[in-house]
């Protein structure tokens, strides 16, 4: 197959939507010749801040000279951005490849009544190719949960980290904190390191629990202070380093520099190269600024409240929402918690079966006291906002949004 037909076999698995389990993984794996044992990983489970912090340690791994793989989800700005190799998406021939050899294996599961889901043959497509690029390390982030994702077959990992835990995919995970974290949490090998944030404390138990149980070192990174926001740089302090400095924006950020800081520091990585690496860290679509517009992915109420942090850190004037969710996620909250920093908002609906209606959203905006207005398309809400003559667009939500919300900036800006 080539690139395109690679995409082709793997979007027509998309219907076969989510399934947690290990199951179908493990067997798949198994006839790929269990490429996840090969790999030397650090594995990343949480609800919010897993592809920052990810971007975090990947640089700096790649800062003290270690060659590295990366695969996160979902994909923003271009699918093969799931799959990087030293901080470049891998090529298309390396991606058709994977998926042309994974196929055979595909098929004798399908026949014995197991059928993978997209997720489930592009976490394998990842372990082959990572296998076959042979890395130092490979940062593998889980798409759900943590305990049936199929990320967790991985073998013995060099260092698990835990961002921050909120509810978000109460469906499949559990409608309370301490259900969410226990599937987070499920990630944690025997033996093996865990570095995780400042957790609600029901979370923060779990985590504690699991650890002892399974007899894996835990360290919190939590000693963050002396936190200064600029419009270039945010300052901080954590333990005895001073003065870490990140181009990341958002007041969420500090945090996950410092989950990355601790795990590169478990991995033996010196001082030196765990500054530059977040100093040149870089991830896209996390409050990051495009001239007066402002990207973000803040999809459920923990995320909205971090935005609106940074919102209240970074933008000055009057500022204008573009907003569209998933019918998954509670919107009511998410437009409760936003809608007093925003002069007017403008909704639509994401692409897909998932995406909200934006009617639905407009309402509950107006319901929170917001102006707002449902447009039918991207485009109309850029082109009523963009009109406004206000100081700042922010343009948040599903992630499913952004890519071309990104298009039409820097089409607009000439660029």
Not at 60 to 84: D, Q
Not at 248 to 267: E, I, R, W
Not at 277 to 284: D, E, N, T
């Amino acid at each position: 197959m080539n690139y395109s037909e690679a995409r082709q076999f793997i979007e027509g698995l998309a219907p076969r939507g989510i399934e947690p389990g290990l199951e179908t993984i493990t067997r798949l794996c198994a006839l790929a010749g269990d490429p996840q044992l090969d790999i030397k990983a650090v594995h990343i489970a949480g609800t919010n801040g897993k592809g920052s912090t990810g971007a975090f340690i990947e640089s700096i791994l790649m800062s003290a000279g270690y060659s590295v793989c990366r695969f996160s989800s979902p994909a923003v700005g271009g699918h093969l951005e799931m799959f990087t190799f030293n901080g470049k998406p891998v090529s298309e021939e390396d991606y058709s490849d994977c998926i042309t050899n994974l196929l055979p294996s595909i098929k004798q599961l399908e026949a014995e009544g197991f059928f993978p889901t997209s997720f489930e043959a592009e976490t394998a497509a990842a372990f082959m190719m990572f296998s076959k690029l042979a890395p130092d390390y490979s940062i593998i982030e889980c798409g759900m949960g943590g305990r049936l994702d199929c990320t967790n077959v991985l073998g013995s990992p060099a260092v698990s980290v835990i961002t921050s835990i909120s509810l978000d995919h109460t469906a499949f995970l559990g409608g309370s904190i301490s259900e969410i974290a226990r599937e987070k949490a499920g990630i944690i090998k025997h033996g093996c390191p865990v570095v995780t944030v400042s957790q609600p404390a029901a979370a923060a138990k779990l985590i504690a629990d699991t650890c002892e149980t399974m007899s894996a070192p835990l360290c919190t990174a939590e000693d963050i202070r002396n936190t200064v926001f600029s419009e270039a740089l945010t300052t901080f302090d954590l333990e005895d380093m001073h003065s870490l400095k990140i181009k990341l924006k958002g007041t969420f950020q500090p945090q996950n520099a410092a989950a990355a800081a601790k795990a590169c520091m478990l991995l033996g990585i010196d001082e030196s190269a765990i500054r530059r690496g977040l100093l040149s860290a870089q991830w896209g679509y996390r409050f990051e600024r495009i001239g007066r517009y402002i990207l973000d992915g803040a999809h459920n109420p923990a995320a909205a409240r971090e935005l609106v942090r940074s919102i209240d850190t970074y933008l000055k004037g009057h500022t204008v929402f573009i907003c569209g969710v998933f019918r998954d996620k509670d919107h009511k909250t998410i437009a409760a918690v936003t809608s007093r920093c925003a002069d007017c908002v403008y909704t639509v609906k994401p692409p897909g079966k998932r995406g909200l209606e934006s009617s639905v959203l407009c309402d509950e905006f107006r319901k929170s006291g917001a102006v707002a207005y449902a447009k039918e398309s991207l485009e109309a809400a850029f082109r009523s906002a963009s009109g406004s003559g206000c100081d700042n667009i922010l343009i948040f939500g599903s992630l499913s949004i952004l890519r071309e919300a990104k298009q039409i900036i820097m089409n607009s800006e000439g660029k």
